[in-house]
C-alpha cells in the first residue's frame, strides 16, 4: 500500500488515475443500462445481448491499426481531454433516442461512436503512463492502473446496476456523459515529462516521423510487433484470454441472471466483489511481482482463474448460493490480476517509446477479433447448450492452457541455469 501512495504523490500520475476511475466508471454504467435495456425486450437471449455489446467492441477491429498511427505523432494528453468531450457529448443522445424513438437502431449507432472514439483515448491513456513515472515505479504504476481500471469498471457494474433497477437506464446515460466531461477537467492538469528519447530525436526527426504516410506506419508496427518476441507473447496471451473472455462475456450474464433471477443487481454484485478480488490481487502483485517473471505470472493467473470458473459454474447450478459466488468472484479476480499487470508492464519495458500506441493497438485488434468471434458464435450455442457446462469447458481450457504454460517456462529457466 504504501508504495501505491508514493506513486499517487506523483501529480501527473494522480490526475491520470482521477480521470480513469470517473471515466470507467461511467463506461460499466452505460453498460449495464444496455444490458437493462435488452432484458426488458429479450429476457434470457444471449443473442440479443451479443447483439448490442458487439457495437462495442467492431470499433477497434476496424480502427485498431489506423489509430495507433496517430497516438504516436498526436499529443497524447490533448488526444484524450478531446476524447472525452466528444464522448461526453455523444451519450447525451442515447436518452434523447429512448423518449422519442422506439428502434435500437439509432442507439446502435451511438454507442458505436462513443467506442470509436474510445479507440483513440484507451492507447492513449496506456501509452503515457511511462511519460508520467520514472521507471522504477513503472510496476507500481502499472499494477494502480490496472486495478484502478477494474475496480472502478466493477463498482461501475455494482453501483450501475442499483441506479438502473432504481431510476431506469436513461439516469444512467446522464451519469456516464456527466464523468466524460469530469474526466476531460482532471486529464488538464496533467504534464507529461519529455523523455531522453524524444529530446535526442529533435525537431528535425519528429517532422521526418510526420512526413511518413500512415500506410508506412501501419506496416512498421506490425512488422515491428511480428519481430519482437515478447510483443508477441502477449499479443498471444491476450488473444487466449479475449477468447475465454468472449465465450463467457454474454453467457456468463444470461447464466446469473437465470439462476439468480435478476436483471442487473446480482450481476452488478458479483461484479463488485470480483473487482475486490482483483484490488487485493493487485495489491499482492504489486509488492512482490518483481520477484516473479512477468510469463509465470500470466500464466499462473490463467491456471488458477480457470480452476476457479470452473468450479464456479458447477457450485451455482448445485447450490444458487450467492454468498459462495461471491468469494468465487473474489478469488477469481485475485488470480485476473497478474496477467493484466504482466502484460503492460512487459510492453513498457520493451517496447520503443515511438511504438507503443501502435504495438498496444494492434494487441487491441486481435483481442478485440477473439472477442468478438467467441462472444457470437458462443450466444448462438448457448441457445441450445446448458450454459454452465459452456462456462466449465471455458474454464478448464484455461487452466490446461496455463499449466502447459508454466511446464514451458519452468523447464525454459532449467535450461539456462
Not at 444471449?46 to 499529443?75: C, H
Not at 486495478?147 to 446496476?161: I, R, Y
Not at 508506412?216 to 511480428?226: A, S
Request: include cysteine.
Amino acid at each position: 500500500m504504501a508504495s501505491f501512495i508514493g506513486v499517487l504523490k506523483e501529480k501527473n500520475f494522480f490526475f491520470l488515475w482521477l480521470s480513469q476511475i470517473v471515466s470507467q466508471f461511467g463506461d460499466r454504467l452505460d453498460q449495464m443500462a444496455l444490458i437493462a435495456l435488452v432484458y426488458s425486450k429479450a429476457p434470457g437471449s444471449t443473442f440479443q445481448l451479443a447483439k448490442i455489446l458487439s457495437f462495442t467492441i467492431i470499433p477497434a477491429i476496424i480502427l485498431g491499426p489506423i489509430v495507433g498511427v496517430y497516438i504516436d505523432r498526436w499529443d497524447r494528453k490533448k488526444t484524450m481531454i478531446i476524447c472525452d468531450i466528444i464522448r461526453g457529448f455523444i451519450v447525451l443522445l442515447i436518452p434523447i433516442f429512448l423518449i422519442y424513438l422506439k428502434t435500437f437502431m439509432p442507439i446502435y449507432v451511438v454507442v458505436f461512436l462513443v467506442f470509436s472514439i474510445s479507440c483513440f483515448f484507451i492507447p492513449a491513456r496506456l501509452s503515457i503512463i511511462p511519460n508520467l513515472v520514472s521507471e522504477d515505479k513503472l510496476l507500481i504504476a502499472n499494477s494502480l492502473s490496472n486495478t484502478t481500471g477494474v475496480v472502478a469498471a466493477f463498482m461501475g457494474f455494482a453501483l450501475g446496476g442499483l441506479v438502473v433497477e432504481m431510476v431506469g437506464p436513461r439516469s444512467a446515460f446522464y451519469l456516464d456523459s456527466l464523468s466524460y466531461f469530469i474526466s476531460a477537467g482532471s486529464l488538464c492538469f496533467i504534464v507529461p515529462r519529455i523523455t531522453k528519447s524524444i529530446k535526442a530525436s529533435g525537431e528535425k526527426g519528429q517532422a521526418k516521423k510526420k512526413a511518413k504516410s500512415a500506410l508506412h506506419d501501419i506496416k512498421e508496427g506490425i512488422v515491428y510487433l511480428l519481430k519482437n518476441r515478447h510483443a508477441k507473447f502477449v499479443t498471444g496471451i491476450l488473444f487466449l484470454l479475449m477468447a475465454g473472455a468472449g465465450t463467457l462475456y454474454v453467457t456468463l450474464i444470461v447464466f446469473i441472471q437465470d439462476i439468480l433471477h435478476s436483471a442487473t443487481r446480482d450481476v452488478s454484485l458479483l461484479g463488485l466483489f470480483l473487482g475486490v478480488g482483483y484490488f487485493f490481487g493487485s495489491l499482492l502483485y504489486g509488492k512482490f511481482g518483481q520477484k516473479t517473471s512477468r510469463e509465470k505470472s500470466m500464466f499462473g493467473g490463467l491456471f488458477s482463474g480457470g480452476i476457479l470458473l470452473a468450479v464456479f459454474s458447477f457450485a451455482m447450478e448445485m447450490t444458487g448460493s450467492f454468498y459462495l459466488a461471491m468469494g468465487l468472484c473474489i478469488l477469481l479476480g485475485m488470480s485476473a490480476a497478474p496477467v493484466t499487470i504482466s502484460s503492460n508492464t512487459l510492453i513498457h519495458e520493451i517496447i520503443r517509446e515511438d511504438m507503443r500506441g501502435r504495438i498496444f493497438t494492434s494487441m487491441g485488434v486481435v483481442m478485440s477479433v477473439s472477442l468478438l468471434i467467441f462472444m457470437f458464435v458462443t450466444s448462438i450455442v448457448a441457445e441450445f447448450v446448458n450454459k454452465g457446462l459452456i462456462i466449465s469447458a471455458v474454464g478448464l481450457l484455461l487452466a490446461l492452457c496455463g499449466s502447459i504454460g508454466l511446464i514451458w517456462k519452468s523447464r525454459k529457466q532449467a535450461r539456462t541455469v
